[in-house]
C-alpha cells in the first residue's frame, strides 16, 4: 500500500521595523483612499502577527494566492512590492514625431483667407493629426495662438538710474513715509467699435477691428491700489489737472489721521 503525502511550502516570515508597521497602520486606518491598499495593509500586519494565509484571505476577503503573493512582494521588496504592476495599455497614437510636425507647421503661413493658426487649421494641414492633439501640444509648449504681446523701451538715456531709485525706494523706504506710485495713460477715448470681426466674401469670418465707431466721450479715471489689502480706489473727474489729483488723493489715499506729504509728479 503506498500513500502520498503533500507537503505545503512554509509561510513567508514578515518581521516588521517600527516604522514599517507605523506606516502600514495609518494606510489601515485610511477611509478615503482606494479600498486595495486598505487590504493589503491590513494582509501584511496580519501576516506579520504569525496568522495563516488561509486565515488572512477569510479575514480580508482575498484567495489564499493573493495572500501568498502579496506577502512574498512585499517580503521581497518592502513597500514598492505593494505597487500595482504596469499594465500594458494602448499603443501610443502619436509620437514624438508628431509634435515636430505640429511645431514645424507653425512656422508655415497660415492658408489663404487666415491671420493666424488655429487648432483646426493645423489638424486639417497635417491631416492625420486631431485637433485636441494639436492644442495638447501647445499646452505643453506654453504657446498661445491669438495672444498679443507688447512692450515699450524708453529713449531715456537716465532711465537705468531712475529705475534704480524707484526700485531702492520700494526695498528701503524713508522711516515713517509714505510712498506712493502713480501713473497716467492719457489721451484714451471711449470708444465702441461696430464690429470686431469682418465678413469675408467667401462667407468666412476673419477677426479684426473696424474702422467706423462711436465716441463716448473722454473722462479722466484715477486709481489706487492698496497692496496689502488688495482694495483698489477709483475716483473720476471731467479734467485732469493738479487739482483733481490732489482731490482724489486726500479723499481716497490719505485718511485725515495720516501726516499730510509732499507729492511731486515727474
Not at 502600514?24 to 491590513?42: C, F, H, K
Not at 506654453?142 to 524707484?166: E, Y
Request: hydrophobic share 35%.
Amino acid at each position: 500500500m503506498c500513500y502520498s503525502v503533500h507537503m505545503r511550502k512554509p509561510q513567508t516570515a514578515i518581521v516588521l521595523t517600527p516604522e514599517e508597521r507605523m506606516t502600514l497602520e495609518e494606510r489601515a486606518r485610511i477611509r478615503t483612499g482606494p479600498y486595495r491598499e486598505v487590504q493589503r495593509a491590513r494582509l501584511i500586519l496580519l501576516a506579520a502577527e504569525g496568522m495563516t494565509n488561509t486565515a488572512i484571505a477569510q479575514e480580508v476577503g482575498l484567495s489564499r494566492a493573493m495572500v501568498v503573493q502579496w506577502r512574498q512582494r512585499f517580503a521581497q521588496s518592502r513597500f514598492e512590492g505593494l505597487e500595482d504592476m504596469p499594465r500594458p495599455g494602448a499603443v501610443p497614437k502619436y509620437d514624438r514625431e508628431t509634435e515636430r510636425r505640429i511645431l514645424k507647421q507653425l512656422d508655415v503661413p497660415p492658408p489663404t483667407g487666415y491671420v493666424t493658426w488655429t487648432g483646426r487649421l493645423v489638424s486639417q494641414a497635417l491631416g492625420d493629426v486631431s485637433p485636441h492633439q494639436v492644442w495638447r501640444v501647445l499646452r505643453r509648449y506654453g504657446i498661445h495662438l491669438k495672444r498679443r504681446r507688447s512692450w515699450c523701451i524708453s529713449t531715456d538715456p537716465q532711465f537705468a538710474q531712475k529705475a534704480a531709485d524707484i526700485v531702492a525706494l520700494y526695498l528701503d523706504p524713508p522711516e515713517n513715509a509714505l510712498v506712493l506710485s502713480v501713473d497716467e495713460k492719457p489721451a484714451i477715448q471711449a470708444l465702441e467699435r461696430a464690429q470686431g470681426w469682418l465678413r469675408l466674401p467667401n462667407g468666412k469670418a476673419l477677426r479684426g477691428f473696424g474702422h467706423e465707431y462711436k465716441r463716448h466721450g473722454t473722462i479722466t479715471l484715477f486709481a489706487a491700489l492698496e497692496v496689502a489689502s488688495g482694495l483698489v480706489h477709483t475716483g473720476h473727474y471731467r479734467r485732469r489737472r493738479r487739482r483733481e489729483f490732489l482731490n482724489f488723493h486726500e479723499s481716497h489715499c490719505c485718511p485725515v489721521s495720516w501726516p499730510r506729504i509732499a507729492c511731486h509728479l515727474g
